[in-house]
Structure formats: structure tokens, C-alpha cells
């Protein structure tokens, strides 16, 4: 089935390591988003990419890195320069050409850093 | 700014009354809306969205929602509501204009329906 594939779904980090989160799409959309979740803060945009091995910062960027070599995968790294990396992180695909299109959601990956 | 305010973090219902969960915008021009919601530790789940056209949008497991141009809001609305439909529920608006594609969403508000 067609989807989007977020691994892995817990992950602990100590202080100071940096981690990468995976998100890999099948639904042959070309716009991939990475977004943060916090309790009562509703989601905020990390970082964005509408093609291949091109990418922009969305409103939270700092602290964290990604890459878009393929279609198909856009991970995320979360460094040591995040300050508060605890949270709750989700990905989401739609199509480039769609601006009318609904953004799909992965199940999400739940970071905490001990 | 952009901007979009669900103005109520917890709304309660009792099975089978209607529910309104509300929400209000703003953004220039005439955004595209939409609906999700969230279960306990899961992604997002799209439920309906409004483009163009008629004001009542009809969406997934009996939901729909009402754009109002003049007061800025598009409320979600059910007219008898179940405890399954107890979860977290985000609106997201999206500019016309530009071509981003990004959704800026509410900080969510929790449904809680009770038997």
C-alpha cells in the first residue's frame, strides 16, 4: 500500500548526539515537510523540500539538518545545536503541482533526549 | 503575520449531541482550509477541506466544516457525535498565493466525547 514510512518510531538520545529520523514516501509526491509537535503548540515547520536535492528552511530550522537526494526519502538530523530536541516529529508528502492538495502524514517518531 | 487561532483547547460533548470545534484564520487573501485529526501517538489523518464553491464542506466519518469569508472561520461541525471521535483536531490554512505548498496549522484542540 502507498504511504509514508517514519522510523523509528521512539528513539533516546543523550545530550550532545546528534540522531537522524527517517522518512521514506511511496506515493510518488514530490514535495516532502518535516515538523515538530509539541504539547499545546499545535505543528511548526522544520524544513521543506518540493524536489529533488533542493530544500528550505521552514520557521523552526535551527538545530536541525536535512537532505533530499531522492525522491522518495527526506531524513531528518537532528544535531546537538537543538536545544530542546524532546518531541514528538512528523513527516508529511503532497504533490508539487497541487497547491489545493492535502499534505499525507507518516505516524510520527517520538525523540527523547535523556 | 499568518495566523491561525482554535480559540478553545478542550471541547466536550456528550454522545450524540452535535459538536463544533471552532477555528478562525488569518491570512491574506482567500486561503485554502483544511481539517485533521490525531489519535494518541499517531500521524495526522486529513478529514476535509475547503478550496472553492459551496460554503459547507463535507468531509470523512460524518464531519463537516463551514467557511465563513467574513468572520475569517472555518468550524468544524458534527451533527451527533460519537466517543470514537474522541481525539485531537488540528485546522491548517494554505496561502493562494506563492507556491509552497506548507500548511500553517492551529495548536489543536482536544475532543472529548462522552458516553
Known amino acids: 500500500d502507498g504511504g509514508i514510512t517514519q522510523s523509528p518510531k521512539y528513539l533516546f538520545r543523550k545530550e550532545g548526539q546528534n540522531v537522524t529520523l527517517s522518512c521514506e514516501q511511496n506515493l510518488n509526491h514530490d514535495a516532502m515537510y518535516w515538523y515538530r509537535q509539541d504539547p499545546g503548540q499545535g505543528l511548526r515547520l522544520i524544513y521543506y523540500s518540493q524536489i529533488v536535492n533542493d530544500f528550505q528552511k521552514g520557521d523552526i530550522a535551527e538545530g536541525y539538518s536535512v537532505s533530499r537526494e531522492k525522491k522518495e526519502s527526506f531524513p531528518l538530523t537532528v544535531t546537538s545545536a537543538q536545544k530542546n530536541p524532546t518531541a514528538f516529529y512528523l513527516c508529511a508528502s503532497s504533490m508539487f503541482d497541487s497547491n489545493t492538495g492535502e499534505l499525507f502524514f507518516g505516524e510520527g517518531s517520538r525523540l527523547t533526549v535523556l | 503575520a499568518q495566523s491561525v487561532a482554535q480559540p478553545e483547547d478542550q471541547v466536550n460533548v456528550a454522545e450524540g449531541n452535535p459538536l463544533t470545534v471552532k477555528c478562525t484564520y488569518s491570512v491574506s487573501g482567500n486561503p485554502y482550509l483544511f481539517w485533521y485529526v490525531q489519535y494518541p501517538n499517531r500521524g495526522l489523518q486529513f478529514l476535509l477541506k475547503?478550496?472553492?464553491?459551496?460554503?459547507l464542506v463535507k468531509g470523512s466519518y460524518g464531519f463537516e466544516a463551514e467557511f465563513n469569508k467574513s468572520q475569517t472561520s472555518f468550524h468544524l461541525k458534527k451533527p451527533s457525535a460519537l466517543v470514537s471521535d474522541s481525539a485531537l483536531y488540528f485546522c491548517a490554512v494554505r496561502e493562494r498565493s506563492g507556491n509552497t505548498g506548507k500548511l500553517i496549522f492551529g495548536q489543536g484542540t482536544t475532543l472529548q466525547v462522552k458516553p
Open positions: 475547503y478550496i472553492t464553491g459551496d460554503n
